[in-house]
């Protein structure tokens, strides 16, 4: 992926993305995370396309709206544990550099400057719903669910759910979340205004058209700066915590809780 000369758009398949796809029908670019034979976990790769995919969108003038979503049958499951455990468990500074790809790709995703929407087709798990958590809007299939399960795999959640969590759905329900790291049914992640719409599976692509045509009706401009502003009260946890956590959550990573949680789950796997 060659770097731009400029701040200008070029065509998705000049970009050779291999972890995601990145498709643009104006008014519309859509992002697919695509690794579903690891319900589309990230890896370090994926998380630097989805950067990319959003800074480009970010200057694509056509585009009006994102839609971030997954291929197959999963949302996203969050990080890929296998690959945590192969390069950064035990290396706290390889750790430290993976997660500063994370970060970026959720500011290039906060940050892109026009509506983004999650299509949640699937099961969100962990980091798969900061992800859903980082976009303006969300519609969400009516078999699926939300879950954390940090504090069950030795890492705290504070790439956006500890931050993020309490403005969505209140205190209480953010502790319950993060701590008891029970399965969020979707109807319930509604009604604690996790996501806007929960629709049968069959009636997804028609709602997520809907959301777009009326969103891409606004105009540009002034929906920026609107998001601006609704973005506050995110980029002040965000920027206030999230370096302190890319620092404590590598230092974790050389302990023996993520070590020994990681190779129970990878051994269950």
Known sequence: MPEPEAPRPVAPEELG???????????????????????????????????????????????????????????????DLRSWAEDYLGKPTEYWKWFGAFKDAHDRLREIGKPTLARINGIAVGGGNELQMGCDLAVMVDDAFIRHV??????????????????????????????????IPAAKAAEWGLVNWVVPA????????????????????TTRYAKQHLNFWRDLAW???????????????????????????LKKS
Not at 36 to 58: G, I, K, W
């Open 17 to 79: 993305f291999e972890r995601i796809v990145y498709e643009k029908a104006p008014p519309r670019a859509t992002i697919t995370l695509n690794r579903p034979e690891v319900l589309n976990a990230f890896d370090f790769r994926m998380l630097r396309e989805l950067a990319r995919a959003c800074e480009d969108s970010s200057w694509d003038d056509e585009i009006r709206v994102v839609v971030l979503t997954g291929a197959g049958r999963a949302f996203c499951v969050g990080a």
């Open 150 to 183: 940090g504090p069950e795999h030795g890492s705290v959640p504070a790439g956006g759910a500890t931050q993020w969590l309490t403005i969505m759905v209140g205190d209480r329900r953010a502790r319950e979340i993060v701590l008891m790291c029970e399965e």
């Open 202 to 221: 069959g009636e997804l692509d028609a709602k997520v058209d809907e959301v777009v045509e009326s969103l891409a009706r606004k105009l540009p401009q």
């Open 239 to 265: 920027h206030e915590t999230i370096n302190h956590a890319r620092d404590w959550l590598a230092l974790s990573m050389a302990t023996d809780e993520p070590r020994q949680a990681i190779e129970k789950f």
